[in-house]
């Protein structure tokens, strides 16, 4: 869809994944018809300041990755993909939204912001996308379920959560096709319409993903330049509550520390031996140091651990 009011200078991408009838993953089909549905009413409207890219993709990650590598004209290391060329290209990419729609009775929405190698997406488009859909009258958030509260106050579902958010960061395996565009500097995240488990008559979820869609595409259709004034690292504990990396940084810088400390200490005292001393004396000397020089790094990790959690 081209924009209107620029020329082409900038673009949105809207994608959703197809799936065959025969995948183990869970079906997204009713995703392409809402897509549709959105670039219906958006072709009609005369605001639009820059190009919308609705894009449908099959193979899961390979067909997202053999897409960005056609669209920015590039390939990363030996040619494993045959990506192939494109007849039409829209303006530099500022952000994408991938729409994995279950159904259109919709329970929640479940956010996947996790990309490549841990990366994760400006906090400001998880903030846009999480209040547009509270005030649309559907609860979305980070690791939502449909039995997990809107809000939790609980301790222990906040440290849950942000345990998750650590465990999936450190395994690098993106959770959704969003993940391939940030290694090319592109805001992305998942939109995951969970399917309600007990069906209603009406199915009003419709006009709310669809309210959702318009508003976080008018939000990014008003950006002036990047997201660049929020965090890029840090940890979800709840919906509307993170911790930045300036609170968990310097607790990782002291425990970084206190190894080079340490390893600078073997140093010294391995350049500064005594060399007059005899085969035998050192071997006893080193026999004698050696139950002093024995860290118990294991127990140090379960104090630590302790004391992160708690506070």
Do not use: C
């Not at 994608?15 to 183990?24: D, G, K, Q």
């Not at 391939?180 to 309600?196: M, N, Q, S």
């Not at 390893?263 to 010294?268: D, G």
């Amino acid at each position: 869809l081209r924009a209107p009011r620029i020329a082409s200078t900038e673009s949105i991408v809207i994608s959703v994944p197809y799936r065959p009838p025969e995948t183990v993953h869970s079906d997204v089909s009713a995703g392409v018809p809402l897509m549709l549905a959105f670039a219906d009413f958006a072709r009609k409207k005369k605001y639009w300041a820059k190009d919308i890219i609705f894009l449908v993709t099959e193979q899961e990650q390979l067909g997202m990755q053999a897409w960005l590598e056609a669209y920015h004209g590039t390939e990363d290391g030996p040619r494993i993909l045959d990506a192939g060329s494109l007849r039409a290209r829209a303006g530099s990419i500022q952000a994408a939204i991938n729409l994995e729609v279950q159904s259109l009775d919709i329970s929640h929405i479940n956010l996947k912001i996790e990309g490549l190698n841990g990366q994760l997406p400006n906090l400001d488009l998880h903030n846009l996308v999480q209040k547009l859909s509270s005030k649309n009258g559907i609860v979305a958030g980070y690791k939502q379920t449909s039995s997990s509260p809107k809000r939790s106050y609980r301790y222990q579902d906040k440290l849950a959560n942000m345990l998750s958010m650590v465990f999936s960061q450190a395994s690098g395996v993106p959770t959704g096709n969003h993940g391939l565009f940030h290694k090319y500097g592109i805001e992305a995240l998942t939109l995951e319409a969970v399917k309600r488990e007990k069906a209603q008559a009406q199915n009003q979820e419709v006009g709310s993903m669809l309210r959702i869609i318009e508003g976080i595409t008018r939000s990014l259709n008003n950006l002036l330049e990047r997201f660049h004034q929020s965090f890029f690292f840090y940890l979800l504990v709840s919906n509307d509550r993170f911790v930045s990396i300036g609170d968990y940084m310097p607790s990782l810088a002291l425990m970084a520390g206190s190894l080079l400390i340490k390893a600078f200490i073997h140093y010294l005292s391995i350049y500064y031996s005594d060399d007059d001393e005899t085969e035998g004396s050192e071997q006893e000397v080193a026999q004698k140091q050696k139950p002093s020089t024995d860290i118990g790094y294991f127990s140090v990790g379960i104090v630590l651990l302790v004391a992160h959690s708690i506070g």
